[in-house]
Nanobody
Framework: QVQLVESGGGLVQPGGSLRLSCAASGRIASSNIMGWYRQAPGKQRELVATETSDGTTNSAESVKGRFTTSRDNAKNTVYLQMNSLKPEDTAVYYC???????????WGQGTQVTVSS
């Protein structure tokens, strides 16, 4: 079993920045994909950005150039640096980890990000 604990959400003005953190604990296989998804009210959950354990990244077009993932593999932690935030970035952000070899995946509880003046 794997547990994910997110932190760093909150209220920020348009153009501001936030940094989300997600720490994983439990049985963490060395080969994994950690990242972030988000869900706005009335919308489906969507990919924000992911990073594999060997450093390959993937991100949504809507956040490229503004959001960046990074990882600390020794701490099983993934970060999401969000810059130039827009009101349309408002959503609950969920941490996600997937293990390709086993096919298992886990979600965090979500953290609210609100971009508003």
């Amino acid at each position: 079993q794997v547990q994910l604990v997110e932190s760093g959400g909150g209220l920020v003005q348009p153009g501001g920045s936030l940094r989300l953190s997600c720490a994983a604990s439990g049985r963490i296989a060395s080969s994994n994909i950690m990242g972030w998804y988000r869900q706005a009210p009335g919308k489906q959950r969507e990919l924000v950005a992911t990073e594999t354990s060997d450093g390959t990244t993937n991100s949504a077009e809507s956040v490229k150039g503004r959001f960046t993932t990074s990882r600390d593999n020794a701490k099983n932690t993934v970060y999401l640096q969000m810059n130039s935030l827009k009101p349309e970035d408002t959503a609950v952000y969920y941490c996600h980890v997937a293990f390709p070899w086993s096919g298992r995946a886990y979600w965090g509880q979500g953290t609210q990000v609100t971009v508003s003046s």
